[in-house]
């Protein structure tokens, strides 16, 4: 990809317009689906229910805020089940002039359902996220980032136009679907983890407490480093929030602070994930196809259970 990227390009990647770097703001608007999946006992859990609705209910409307004032458009991924529980706050993205696109139905790990769940799942969030916005979805990010190999084909057959979930390039890139010349094709927008607000902020006593609350300060600074070093690459910086997480007064102010900043400077090219889609789709540079890897499954059959590891043999360990 790099090599193609560079032959196209001399060397940068050929935004539009003649930009130096993109920036794609993105908020998965995970809300009460978040854990459900997870955690299904949280379903009668008032408590995380309502750290969860602060999302839609408060935490969205303010970042719909900062966004309109500062002229710039994102793009929200939105669990179908959090489009039928809070569907006017769903239609006030669509209303504000952002996108919305797919994130589940339940914010299900696709890894943990059977080939025919994972097509239900799809055909049932595109659904709802239609009925709700009336809107198709074009793009789809992967709960926990989580894919099959099987993932991407069944994404094109449905007529999506791009995934925002492998972590494997600065920049984005076309995915092939087959092996095969002509297999067609998705644009992927590569998100990664240190650039999602929920590693800095997610805490929930017994769902997410392995870590401590960081402060919005941190994360600024974080993402600040990112955006220079994106700019002097010329590459896309894809960030990712959560309405619940983000969207608290601190930290919305600290994204006000980098949207300035990114807003302000020249020759950025804020674009939602679908405009960015289109952008690189008519470069139509090289496909890349991802196979598993080539490893035998006898390699890995020797694997002990890390359940049991007081079973590990003191002469392998
Ligand atoms: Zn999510």
Request: aromatic residues 8%.
């Amino acid at each position: 990809m790099s090599a193609e990227r560079d032959a196209m390009s001399g060397g940068r990647f050929p935004w539009p317009g003649g930009a130096t770097a993109a920036v794609v703001l993105t908020f998965d608007v995970d809300a009460e689906s978040g854990v459900l999946w997870e955690f299904p006992d949280t379903a009668r859990r008032l408590g995380i229910m309502s750290h969860q609705a602060y999302g839609p209910r408060v935490g969205l409307p303010r970042l719909l805020r900062i966004l309109a004032r500062h002229g710039a458009r994102a793009t929200f991924f939105v669990p179908g089940f959090t489009a039928e529980a809070h569907p006017e706050a769903v239609r006030g993205i669509v209303d504000a002039g952002h996108e919305v696109a797919h994130h589940g139905y339940v914010h299900e790990i696709v890894t943990e359902l059977s080939p025919e769940d994972e097509v239900a799942v799809l055909e049932r969030g595109s659904e709802v996220l239609e009925r709700v916005t009336g809107v198709r979805p074009r793009g789809w990010r992967a709960p926990m980032w989580e894919l099959n190999y099987r993932t991407p084909a069944l994404l094109a057959a449905h007529g999506f136009v791009y995934d925002s979930s492998l972590m494997d390039a600065d920049v984005p890139y076309r995915l092939a679907t087959g092996p095969e010349s002509g297999a067609a094709t998705l644009v992927e927008i590569p998100p990664h983890w240190s650039l999602d607000d929920g590693e800095q902020y997610a805490w929930l006593p017994g769902i997410w407490d392995t870590a401590v609350i960081e402060g919005p300060d941190k994360l600024l600074r974080m993402w600040e480093m990112d955006f220079e070093a994106t700019l002097a690459e010329g590459g896309c910086l894809v960030l990712t929030m959560h309405p619940f997480l983000s969207g608290r007064p601190a930290r919305a102010a600290a994204f006000e602070r980098l949207l300035e900043r990114i807003a302000g400077t020249p020759g950025v090219w804020v674009a939602t994930a679908t405009e960015v889609a289109d952008h690189v789709d008519a470069l139509a540079p090289k496909p890349v196809f991802h196979e598993p890897p080539p490893i035998a499954a006898s390699d890995l059959a020797r694997r002990i259970s890390p359940a049991s590891p007081t079973d590990v043999p003191k002469e392998d360990a």
